[in-house]
């Protein structure tokens, strides 16, 4: 019996002892000034909470020394500390937008009766947000108090701990709130919602059951003013964040990412990353690989993605083994807008002009009623019996069934074939319309009993023109005269998230639907090299189009103990590219080259299927180390189908004129197919259609390494099998099959100098894959120039060896300097080349191996806060790159561009590249404005035959920008853009002569929002 009682003895002190002896920790955490949520934090190894969405863990601990870790996704941050009897500790820290910024973690112990102070501020205002100036707040507990200015705003500085606090006004319901807890140093904000006193009747003052629906508390870094209690944020970027993009002033990510260090784009739509394009970069969108719609690329186009949806966009340069083994220049991961921190809403409407054309008469062609909305409405559509009539526009023979059987078509039969093709060929002049544009966004969160419940929608129309009407060619072996180009683009976005968010992870996902159409018309005026006057047309409508849903979810779980963590993900995508109907011809001398004459009809789809899992788990040991072993899997599946069409005509049996005078709508005219003076011809080619699939098996173990406070070493390996199989459907033979796998290591060392400088180390091998054309065995065209494309199937992939070392200096509060070298060595780099051809098919394109290329390069970035008070604040931000390569050519890309090509620059890299960022906020009125300056250095634009030409560069030039914003009653903000104020042109040049230049004009847009 007595060891019955002393077991329960025992029993019931192990249950009360923590309490008896424990003291309250108080940990705090923000991203820059606002609370940041979902830190997990973590003592002796127990979760103890997650920051909540006051950035606040509160939690009873024993006495004696502790070891506390702040764990996010990206580390873990550690504090040591001894927590005292009848003592209390706050734990501060302070995370930056820049994840490569450590942390500033400050860490207090007060006694009970401490008089240490911090700050209770806000505002008090009318249910419907207007400012009450002259109301009285009293911390009641302290006979303490003070009164609103005249925008509503408060400050009393109070001794640390729990609080009382009214706010009361003369005509008004007071409001109260009995338990405002303040912390040594920093602030908690109080803003009171006033309602008007009945007109009969003693006052009423409100109850606590009605205090949660007047009164909104936050903590917050009083720091940077009071001009942002109302700003949260829940992750830390890396690159650029929503706020930042919207400085920017940019409309899809493509401009976004030329801002950035070692960035640039090329056509307005490619990514370059240090040099190196779209084959040595992977893309990732919210965690999943994406389709193309490029038939000649695997890279993502990314002016199809509006920056309106987008979160946050990341740039990794060094590879990791979590990253694809194609990583070498960099890793671009796009993660679109998520669960709003409360109700949200916006709506706005833009109007648009450009300085060269807007009102001006620019050049179309006969449309459909609903090309406004980006789709055609039938007009293009190609007569379905005709593709299976000719076999898909292959064959077309115009002669007596009675002699030879099925390989003939009566004429009367292709007479109706060709009567289907209306005789859409001339342009007609049109006005050219302002830009126009909408958007709107709607999303809330809802607090469950175990976590919170969100939602997210947004949508945009945008419909702009773009013109170049004083084009000029003037290349001694080509053409001299110049061109009208005007393109027609409608733009159409729908997004939206659902998610779970709960203590120990989330669920979310994410659909997303873009269109982008392009109806453009090209007129070329000039004179060839045997003097022929060559007039030519082109008319070509684009939809492109893409579907994403994405599946994530994230769950912190316990494994042996210890914290662990395992996050999956699963998505499809969908991309189309739909081109009906492209025509395009030309004259000599004014008289049809009826050779020339062609409508095209292609349809490119690809769908991508991905599925992935990480599995994490974290340990310490030692005195001061953690380590986190990661382990994850990845099946990537696209498949790509390409359908192809082409027809043209020929001169039938009786005779005519091809005199253009009156137009090729009158010349090919329905009356003279039927008169039989012209035929309808197939001309479709059996590679131009075909299908495609490529695989990716990866799976990677990766080890993170927190050696004490100074270190962090990561090292991990990939292991990574790649199939790729391209089919010809109708060319027999043509089957192509690519397999190739390896195992890519990567290190990653970060030593912590002293506090405010870091050097960052790393080294990895990776792999750049030969892309599906450049493999094949047959011939393909170009869709844009129609000029032939010659794969090579003896292509193999490139290796890749990386080194990169980088240097950061934090100083001041929002202060940074970095400098980082890299320098990539590349065996067997694959680049587009001279065909060994001649006639026509010397002016196309083919791909080969190089035998090796190295890249060297600095980069320079910096930000820098010159002003900052409390009306008003400046900033400049800036980056410089210097890029240097050689390429060592193979012996036949030498004999073809010539001997003094050996050594060229890699193709698209530019030497020098650079940005300049200058703001100004004021912040009384809600203003502010920005000066944003970008600038690319010249880079080759495509390789040449022969040493006496060289190849064509596109000429480097600068692109200034202006935003301005202005927000009226915290709802309405006008904005005001002028993009490319000084309107330098574009050029490109071979040798000393200068072949091709045009302006863009200088685009003016001005929007008004309204914001819930």
């Known amino acids: 019996m007595v060891k019955k009682w002393y077991a329960i003895l025992i029993l019931i002190g192990s249950i009360i002892s923590p309490w008896a002896f424990s003291e309250k920790a108080f940990v705090l955490v923000f991203l820059e000034d606002a609370p940041l949520r979902f830190i997990k934090v973590a003592v002796d190894g127990k979760i103890i909470g997650v920051t909540n969405a006051k950035g606040l863990v509160e939690a009873d601990l024993e006495t004696g020394p502790h070891k506390l870790y702040l764990i996010s996704d990206d580390n873990a941050v550690p504090v040591r500390f001894n927590l005292p009897e009848n003592g209390q500790i706050e734990i ?119 205090i949660e629906e007047v009164v909104t508390l936050g903590v917050f870094n009083p720091t940077d003013g009071s001009e942002n209690l109302e700003r949260y944020a829940s992750s830390i970027v890396s690159a650029v964040d929503a706020d ?46 994406m389709p193309s719609t490029d038939p000649l690329r695997r890279d993502i186009q990314l002016d199809l993605f509006p920056s309106n949806i987008v979160e946050t966009i990341e740039v ?91 390989l003939c078509t009566r004429q009367e039969v292709a007479l109706a074939y060709a009567l289907t093709f209306k005789p859409d060929y001339d342009s007609r002049p049109i006005t050219a319309d302002p830009d126009v544009g909408f958007d709107g966004s709607f999303g809330d969160r809802y607090e469950l009993d175990q976590g919170d419940l969100g939602y997210y929608i947004a949508g945009s129309y945008g419909r702009s023109t773009g013109y170049r009407g004083d084009a000029t060619l003037s290349n001694p072996n080509g053409l001299d005269g110049g061109y009208t180009r005007t393109k027609d683009n409608v733009a159409v976005s729908g997004y939206g998230y659902v998610g779970y968010e709960h203590d120990s992870g989330e669920v979310s996902a994410k659909t997303t639907l873009l269109r982008s159409t392009d109806d453009v018309t090209r007129q070329t005026s000039a004179t060839d090299v045997e003097e022929n006057v060559l007039d030519a047309t082109i008319l070509e409508y684009v939809e492109r189009q893409m579907f994403s849903q994405s599946f994530n979810a994230v769950q912190d779980i316990q494994t042996m103990g210890l914290d662990s963590q395992i996050e999956w993900r699963a998505g499809y995508s969908e991309t189309d590219r739909l081109e009906p109907d492209r025509r395009q011809y030309y004259g000599l001398d004014g008289f049809l080259a ?62 005519i004129s091809l005199d253009m005078a009156n137009g090729v709508d009158e010349l090919l005219s329905i009356e003279n197919f039927a008169g039989d003076r012209f035929r309808l011809r197939a001309a479709t080619a059996n590679t131009d259609s075909y299908e495609s699939q490529e695989e990716i098996n990866a799976y990677f173990v990766n080890l993170t390494n927190e050696l004490g406070e100074n270190w962090t070493a990561e090292i991990g390996a990939r292991v990574e099998d790649f199939s790729q199989l391209i089919v010809y459907p109708n060319s027999e033979g043509s089957e192509n099959i690519l397999e190739a796998d390896g195992v890519y290591p990567a290190l990653n ?35 844009t120039t129609d000029d032939p494309i010659f794969g090579s199937p003896n ?26 070298l890299f320098n990539k060595e590349i065996d067997n780099p694959i680049e587009r080349a001279i065909p060994d051809a001649s006639g026509s098919a010397a002016s196309g394109i083919t791909f080969r191996n190089q035998d090796s290329a190295e890249l060297n390069g600095i980069e320079i970035d910096f930000k820098t806060l010159l002003v900052d008070t409390d009306e008003r604040s400046v900033f400049l931000n800036g980056n410089i790159s210097f890029i240097d390569s050689e390429v060592a050519l193979g012996a036949k890309s030498l004999q073809l561009e010539g001997t003094g090509s050996d050594g060229r620059k890699l193709q698209g890299q530019s030497e020098y590249l650079a940005n300049l960022q200058l703001g100004y906020d004021h912040f009384p ?85 309204y914001s819930l």
Request: negative net charge; hydrophobic residues 35%.
């Open 316 to 406: 990794q340069k060094s590879f990791t083994a979590d990253q694809l083994a194609s990583t070498t220049g960099g890793s671009i991961s796009v993660i679109t807008k998520s669960m709003p921190d409360e109700r949200s809403g916006s709506f706005a409407v833009s109007i648009g002009a450009n300085s060269d054309f807007t009102g001006d008469t620019v050049q179309g062609y006969r449309d459909s009623a609903t090309e406004e909305w980006g789709f055609d409405g039938g007009l293009r559509d190609v007569h379905s019996g005709v593709l299976e009539a000719t076999n898909g526009a292959r064959s077309l023979t115009i002669c007596d069934p009675d002699l030879l059987g099925d």
């Open 925 to 1009: 009125s809600s203003q502010k404005a920005t000066l944003l300056v970008n600038y690319f250095d010249d880079r080759i634009y495509r390789v040449a035959r022969g040493a006496a030409l060289g190849p064509i560069i596109e000429k480097g030039r600068a692109i200034v920008d202006f935003n301005y914003e202005k927000t009226f009653s915290d709802n309405w903000t006008v904005k005001l853009k002028v993009k490319n104020l000084t309107n330098e042109a574009v050029a490109y040049s071979q040798n000393v002569n200068e072949v091709e230049i045009y302006e863009t004009g200088t685009s003016v847009n001005l929007s008004i929002s």
């Open 749 to 783: 060392v970060s030593w912590r100098v002293i506090e405010n400088i870091q050097l960052r180390l790393g080294y990895s091998q990776t792999v750049s894959y030969p892309g599906l054309i450049e493999r094949s065995a047959s011939q393909s065209y170009d869709p």
């Open 594 to 655: 009826t050779s020339s004459v062609e409508r095209r009809w292609s349809d490119l789809n690809e769908v991508s299927k991905d599925l992935g899992v990480d599995y994490s788990i974290s340990f310490d040991w030692g005195q001061a180390n953690y380590s986190t072993v990661e382990f994850g899997a990845l099946i990537s599946d696209k498949e790509r189908t390409v359908d192809l069409y082409r027809f043209g005509v020929r001169l039938g049996d009786k005779s």
């Open 92 to 210: 501060s820290a302070v995370y930056n937008r820049d994840s490569e910024i450590e942390p500033v973690v400050k860490s207090q112990i007060f006694s009970n009766v401490s008089d240490d102070a911090g700050y209770i501020v806000g505002r008090v205002m009318s249910p419907s947000g207007i400012a009450i100036e002259g109301a009285t707040v009293e911390v009641t507990d302290l006979s303490l108090s003070t009164q609103t200015d005249e925008e509503g705003i408060y400050s009393l500085e109070v001794p640390r701990g729990l609080h009382s606090v009214q706010a009361s006004q003369s005509g008004f319901q007071p409001s109260a709130s009995t338990a405002i807890r303040v912390f040594a140093d920093l602030g908690a904000n109080a803003t009171f919602k006033l309602f008007k006193q009945p007109a009969s009747g003693p006052p009423v003052s409100l109850s606590a059951a009605a």
């Open 795 to 820: 292509l193999s992939v490139s290796d890749v060896d990386n080194l990169d070392l980088r240097l950061e200096y934090y100083f001041g509060a929002e202060n940074r300097l970095s400098i980082a």
């Open 244 to 289: 930042e993009i919207a400085r920017f002033g940019d409309s899809d990510i493509g401009a976004v990412l030329g801002r950035i260090v070692g960035l640039t784009v090329i056509d307005d739509k490619y990514a370059n990353v240090r040099g190196l394009d779209g084959r040595y970069i992977s893309t990732e969108f919210n965690g999943i690989l």
